[in-house]
């Protein structure tokens, strides 16, 4: 046998292999190794949009958040004015209370002193009426007494008014 005979035969040979590789069982590799890539691709593109889903749910979460302290924030102010308002409202009427009570207290002092000058005024007139039968050491008649006390009352009234005023 030649060698070139046996050379040239192992080259068609070979070159018959790489054709039917090539025909039949390269197609049988490829597809499932192109389905797989096509399944990494699919993956990787899910992932990549998974992660552009995840920034923007932190997206909005952060909006969220930041909306719900600005909320929380506007509330507390609300409660904070209402509390100082209330607060005004509460020591307005507290003043005004108290205003009226010492107006109370004052007419009711003013009342009081005027009784208190009227019956010392009684008490005088009578002690000076006594004071005057005893120094004129005779009797009066009632009726006299009660006009020279209602008299004297009267001018110790008149005098004693201006001060008082």
């Not at 009684?122 to 005893?134: D, H, I, K, M, S």
Request: a negative charge; zero cysteines; hydrophobic letters at 45%.
């Amino acid at each position: 046998m030649n060698i070139n005979l046996t050379l040239f035969v192992q080259m068609i040979v070979f070159i018959v292999l790489i054709w039917f590789t090539m025909k039949f069982v390269w197609p049988m590799i490829l597809g499932p190794m192109e389905e797989r890539s096509r399944k990494i691709a699919v993956g990787i593109a899910a992932g990549e949009k998974g992660q552009q889903e995840l920034a923007e749910a932190n997206q909005r979460a952060e909006t969220i958040v930041g909306e719900a302290r600005e909320r929380a924030r506007q509330v507390e102010e609300q409660a904070h004015r209402r509390y100082n308002e209330t607060l005004e409202a509460a020591k307005q009427a507290a003043q005004t209370e108290g205003a009226r009570l010492l107006a109370a207290a004052q007419v009711e002092v003013g009342n009081e002193t005027i009784r208190a000058s009227e019956q010392l005024r009684r008490e005088f007139g009578t002690l000076v009426v006594q004071a005057a039968a005893q120094l004129v050491e005779h009797e009066v008649d009632a009726a006299t007494h009660a006009k020279l006390l209602e008299r004297l009352t009267d001018d110790i009234a008149r005098v004693d008014r201006p001060r008082s005023e």
